[in-house]
């Protein structure tokens, strides 16, 4: 009976284990603007994997800290912002640090030919959302990290 008991605890602490493990690498976001339709919609829910944003490559969909204060971001890169502080969205990268700016970018972004060190300019799939267009370069310490999968919306009954 105690080998039981033993090993009942032993699971109980395994897979608390691995669960604060999986919620230190990844987390699961709700979209809710259509700025990423047709790809992801309202009440899509995507898995994104925690990281940094400086190895993200250009068509990667990424979740990031919307700006607040565009102006503010072009003077100082600032940290990477707790879960519960920010507004997320969700972008493509279109060009990372030595990319080309996309010429649709250019005015937001001072005119730049070359994406500078330490940024990133996205885009959105709806040419109608937010995005670097009006907001230019986006510091890379403001991605949570790359979305890796989809999880699918079970239909309501």
Not at 46 to 74: C, I, K, N, Q
Not at 97 to 120: F, H, I, N, Q, T
């Amino acid at each position: 009976m105690n080998v039981w008991i033993g090993l009942a605890v032993l699971a109980a602490v395994c897979l608390t284990t691995a669960f604060a493990a999986v919620r230190r690498f990844f987390v699961v976001v709700r979209v809710t603007g259509t700025s990423m339709l047709p790809a992801f919609g309202p009440q899509d829910r995507v898995l994104v994997r925690r990281g940094t944003g400086t190895r993200m490559r250009a068509g990667a969909v990424a979740v990031l800290a919307e700006p607040r204060d565009v102006l503010s971001w072009r003077l100082t890169s600032p940290a990477t912002p707790a879960l519960g502080e920010v507004t997320w969205v969700i972008k493509r990268i279109a060009a990372v640090p030595g990319d080309a700016v996309p010429e649709s970018v250019r005015a937001a972004a001072s005119r730049a030919d070359v994406v500078p060190d330490g940024m990133l300019v996205v885009l959105s799939d709806n040419p109608e959302g937010n995005d670097s267009r009006r907001w230019g370069f986006i510091p890379a310490s403001r991605v949570l990290g790359p979305v890796v999968l989809r999880i699918p919306v079970r239909p309501a009954s």
